[in-house]
C-alpha cells in the first residue's frame, strides 16, 4: 500500500523557516520523482516543488524559488522542503505526492504563518 505521510508544519513567524518532510512507503522510493503541493484555504492545490527521481533535478514554482529548496534522501524513502523566509500568505495545508502517478493524497500537514 502506497502511503505519503506529511510532517513537520507549525506556527511560524513571518520571515522564519521550516522544513518539511514526507515519508514515502509501499513503493520503490528512488525510481519515482516527487513533488511538493500546497492549498490555502478556498484556494486550488498548486505544485510547489519537483524532485526527479535519478538526477534528483529540482523545479519551483516562481513564487518560491531562492527561499525553498526540495531534497531527498532515498536511503530514508524522505523528501524534504527546506522553506525559508515565510510569508503570511503561505499559510496552508502542504502535501506531497508522485507526479502524474494518481495516488491518493494524504492529510497534509499545516502552516500558519503569523506574528
Known amino acids: 500500500q502506497v502511503q505519503l505521510v506529511e510532517s513537520g508544519g507549525g506556527l511560524v513567524q513571518p520571515g522564519g523557516s521550516l522544513r518539511l518532510s514526507c515519508a514515502a512507503s509501499?513503493?520503490?522510493?528512488?525510481?519515482?520523482?516527487i513533488s511538493w503541493y500546497r492549498q490555502a484555504p478556498g484556494k486550488e492545490r498548486a505544485m510547489v516543488a519537483g524532485i526527479t527521481s535519478a538526477e534528483s533535478m529540482t523545479n519551483y514554482a516562481d513564487s518560491v524559488k531562492g527561499r525553498f529548496t526540495i531534497s531527498r534522501d532515498n536511503a530514508k524513502n524522505t523528501v524534504y522542503l527546506q522553506m525559508n523566509s515565510l510569508k503570511t500568505e503561505e499559510k496552508a495545508a502542504y502535501y506531497c505526492n508522485r507526479p502524474g502517478v494518481g495516488d491518493d493524497w494524504g492529510q497534509g500537514t499545516k502552516i500558519t504563518v503569523s506574528s
Open positions: 509501499g513503493f520503490t522510493f528512488s525510481r519515482y520523482a
